[in-house]
């Protein structure tokens, strides 16, 4: 499913985070330490290969909401935004939290010149939000900061299982639909 919002293109895929070819981009589900951990964070560490944790140490730990950038290693990207999302229960109000990560590594990525760029469904997983909800607020996000961006010309939702993917796709028809 793709949408076209001005000069830019918002999708969303099935499949793996760090084998997003032709993305300048791609963002980390961090963890505050930025260290290679377990879902999104672990995958994007392995890919990467050990480089990326060592780039990583200096700018650790990070707050909720932080978006912090390092380059790709061993992913066919030049660039890896890392976020920290809000933990369910914990990083309140999560739902403002959630909104900032987005918001952040758009702002990163733009500093970047970055044209394209691949988000995983943020704070999800161990984190605990809940999927549908971790969609609203992403794309309602991503579409109120489409008009403010100068480079970012491409943006990609990459969803690992089936049931989340078709919990975005849903989101995104939605989101279609209003502006439509």
Do not use: W
Request: proline share 6%; glycine share 8%.
């Amino acid at each position: 499913m793709q949408i076209k919002i001005g000069d830019v293109e918002l999708e969303c895929v099935r499949g793996d985070i760090t084998k997003q070819e032709g993305f300048d981009a791609v963002v980390n589900a961090a963890n505050a330490r930025l260290a290679p951990g377990g879902g999104v964070a672990g995958a994007i560490h392995r890919a990467a290969g050990p480089g990326l944790y060592e780039e990583c140490k200096p700018r650790a730990p990070i707050k909720p909401g932080d978006a912090v950038i390092t380059g790709g290693y061993n992913l066919p990207n030049r660039y890896v935004i890392h976020c920290l999302g809000p933990f369910l229960g914990i990083d309140k109000p999560e739902e403002e939290v959630l909104a900032r990560c987005y918001e952040n590594a758009l702002k990163v990525a733009e500093r970047h010149q970055v044209k394209s760029i691949a988000f995983p469904s943020i704070s999800t997983g161990y984190f605990g939000y809940p999927v549908a909800e971790a969609a609203a607020v992403a794309l309602k996000t991503v579409i109120k900061k489409i008009p403010e961006l100068r480079f970012v010309r491409r943006i990609r939702f990459v969803l690992y299982s089936e049931a989340d993917f078709a919990v975005y796709q849903t989101a995104l028809v939605r989101a279609a639909k209003r502006l439509a």
